[in-house]
């Protein structure tokens, strides 16, 4: 009897061990097809998710990669970074001209002879602004099409130029600024299919000098002109108004002030914000940006992931672009054969690459400009 019943026990165990597992298996199905539909019920349409992260920048779309690996393979579908400027070089002699992209490091070679005796004014939106001293013509080109515009001729001495936009948008307008007297000044503006350039004097409450060693950015609607001696004159287009603010000039470091100082300043503007960027020979470069609301320029420690591209006549500025280039000032000048660009990292505090000579003086200010890239190579040699 106790073997029947030891036997019977066995007999249940060896029952009941295979219902328990079917039973957990049946469970753990149940639970899956619960989260599957959880899952499918949280998810985005692939549309819908695209056109969310398409509108990220670019820190923001590789932070939402990291959810999940749907989100990773749309967002890297979409992700869009920019690209840095081109250092376009005006030769002494001949035609040929030459495109540096700091990204890659190459050269590119382009025959612009309808530029011969031409000196460049400033660049923006891939138009270039020229002048020619010979004939006082002033007009736009864009390299890549060769394409020209013509604009009404202007005497060019000591005073810079700049445009708003492209010379094909309806909402570009020239503009530039000369002294007639320490406390007088005349301005000067033009849109294209205009005959002639239209000029009016605007008295000023504090002193502004023209020089080719001004700097010159549009930015938000204005003209901001910033003056040798560091003053900040704006020029409204809509309302016809100058005016010289009451802006302290940047500071400068004590030992700043060595040979030619006024050529190592350079000015950009990004959404709304004006930099300014001054350095000298060996001096590291010091930023500062214009607080308009407390009228005073803050010294800048870091450029936030963002990257300025300097010039004597126009700068720019970068956010979203890849790689090592972020947090970098990027200077108008190539070393080592042509195959890198002197460069000044904020987060490392130090100049690429070293022992190099920074003095700014001894360039030419029309010998290079930053443009933007072209879309298309197959226009280069």
């Known amino acids: 009897m106790a073997k029947v019943i030891a036997m019977w026990e066995s007999g249940v165990q060896c029952v009941s061990l295979p219902m328990l597992s079917e039973a957990i298996g049946d469970n753990r199905r149940v639970s899956k097809v619960q989260q599957d539909e959880q899952r499918t019920q949280s998810q985005l349409p692939t549309e819908l998710l695209e056109g969310i992260l398409s509108q990220l920048s670019l820190r923001d779309n590789i932070r939402a990669s990291a959810v999940c690996r749907e989100w990773l393979a749309v967002a890297v579908s979409v992700r869009m970074a920019n690209k840095p400027p081109w250092l376009m070089f005006f030769p002494k002699f001949g035609d040929l001209y030459e495109f540096y992209d700091p990204s890659q490091r190459k050269t590119y070679w382009l025959e612009l002879p309808e530029l011969d005796g ?12 020229l002048y020619n001293p010979r004939t006082l013509s002033v007009f736009f080109c864009c390299p890549y099409t060769r394409e020209l515009i013509n604009l009404p001729s202007l005497e060019l001495m000591y005073q810079i130029v700049a445009f708003s936009a492209a010379p094909t948008s309806p909402s570009c307008i020239l503009f530039t600024v000369k002294h007639v007297s320490p406390t007088v000044v005349a301005v000067s503006t033009c849109r294209p299919g205009e005959t002639e350039w239209t000029t009016v004097n605007y008295q000023n409450r504090l002193p502004f000098v023209s020089s080719i060693w001004n700097k010159l950015v549009y930015c938000q609607g204005l003209f901001y002109c910033l003056s040798l001696t560091g003053w900040l004159g704006v020029y409204d287009p809509e309302k016809s108004t100058w005016a010289v603010h009451s802006v302290p000039p940047p500071k400068c470091p004590e030992n700043f002030f060595v040979k030619n100082w006024w050529k190592g300043k350079f000015m950009a503007e990004h959404n709304g914000d004006i930099f300014v960027i001054y350095t000298c020979s ?46 970098n000032v990027y200077f108008s000048k190539v070393r080592f054969y042509g195959k890198r660009c002197v460069s000044f990292s904020l987060d490392n505090g130090r100049y690429y690459p070293r022992k190099q000579c920074y003095d700014w003086g001894e360039q030419d200010p029309f010998e290079s400009v930053w443009i933007e890239p072209p879309e298309d190579l197959t226009t280069f040699l």
Not at 118 to 129: E, F, M, N, P, T
Not at 307 to 323: E, Q
């Open 282 to 327: 060996a001096i590291n470069p010091v930023i500062y940006k214009l607080d308009q609301t407390n009228k005073v320029w803050v010294e800048m420690q870091t450029l936030g992931g963002m990257a300025l591209f300097a010039n004597f006549l126009s700068s720019h500025a970068r956010t979203d672009l890849l790689g090592t280039m972020r947090n």
């Open 118 to 129: 031409s000196r460049i004014c400033y660049a923006k939106d891939g138009w270039l602004l």
